[in-house]
């Protein structure tokens, strides 16, 4: 059975950082390109940082560039996001996945908020 488990989330100020983690199970985290994605109500899910397999940079989305830092451990099956300076425009609820995820839970909420 597949299974993503976001956690991390929190009430921070901006400025504040956060570190979510994905919890995977099920598949072959090690074959995978990851993702983390960002749902905010009356939006589109978001691609917001992505880790490939063959070494070429992460992508970010042009928002988070310089202050998001997307990692992995394969050992653990475990996906990462480092999120530094945050702003308000970031709060929304965090999912990751891999790129054939076509259901979706309730992900790890963020809020940045003063």
């Known amino acids: 059975q597949v299974e993503f488990v976001e956690s991390g989330g929190g009430l921070v100020q901006p400025g504040e950082s956060l570190r979510l983690s994905c919890a995977t199970s099920?598949?072959?985290?090690?074959?995978?390109?990851m993702s983390w994605y960002r749902q905010t109500p009356g939006k589109e899910r978001e691609l917001v940082a992505r880790?490939?397999?063959?070494?070429?940079?992460?992508y970010y989305a042009d928002s988070v560039k310089g202050r998001f830092t997307i990692s992995r451990d394969n050992a653990k099956s475990m996906l990462y996001l480092q999120m530094n300076a945050l702003k308000p425009e970031d709060t929304g609820a965090y999912l990751c996945?891999?790129?054939?995820?076509?259901?979706w839970g309730q992900g790890t909420l963020v809020t940045v908020s003063s």
């Open positions: 880790m490939f397999l063959d070494g070429s940079p992460p």
């Open positions: 996945g891999p790129l054939w995820r076509t259901f």
């Open positions: 099920g598949f072959a985290f090690n074959n995978n390109v």
